[in-house]
């Protein structure tokens, strides 16, 4: 197991759309690993995507204090009212946003095993999931924010969220 670095805004790899995962083979096994190690790494994350560490494909680690769970080929099913809330992402350190997420989320994916298994969430955890099966389309919660709703994590700062959509978007192909 290794702690994997952690790509940043602007990184081109953010804005793929991630593929598949058609066999669950060794590599596949280690990814995981890597990510939940680079997860622990992370001072205040709860969720990783495998974009995030450079690998396009459909797989998310999550540690939202609910337990510790993987998702490979993660797919939203069902999701319903609204929220709106503080959100960040390790991959845009120091900065969060108010977001509009549905507050209920139904979720099909499969384990390390192979299996298929369903998994719901509400409130932190149902944001947790629609952030990182988001980062698998190439899309950052930055997207979501509006105008004046993006601010630096300490200073609660106000971020020009153009300015970062744009350099996220600079590099993609």
Not at 36 to 59: C, E, H, K, Y
Not at 141 to 146: L, N, P
Request: aromatic share 6%.
């Amino acid at each position: 197991m290794a702690e994997r670095v952690i790509g940043k805004v602007g990184d081109p790899v953010l804005r793929k759309k991630c593929k598949p995962v058609t066999e669950i083979t060794p590599n596949i096994l280690q990814l995981l690993d890597d990510m939940a190690d680079t997860l622990a790494a992370a001072s205040n994350g709860a969720a990783l995507a495998a974009p995030q560490v450079g690998i396009l494909r459909r797989m998310v680690v999550i540690d939202s204090g609910e337990g510790f769970i993987e998702l490979i080929n993660p797919e939203i099913i069902e999701k319903s009212k609204e929220q709106i809330g503080p959100e960040g992402c390790l991959s845009l350190p120091g900065i969060w946003g108010r977001v509009k997420r549905a507050k209920y989320v139904k979720v099909k994916a499969v384990n390390r095993d192979g299996e298929e298994f369903i998994i719901e969430g509400r409130g932190f955890m149902a944001r947790c999931l629609q952030h990182e099966i988001d980062h698998l389309d190439g899309t950052l919660f930055i997207d979501y924010v509006a105008p004046g709703q993006l601010f630096q994590e300490h200073t609660d700062e106000p971020v020009d969220v153009y300015r970062l959509l744009k350099a996220s978007r600079e590099n993609q192909d």
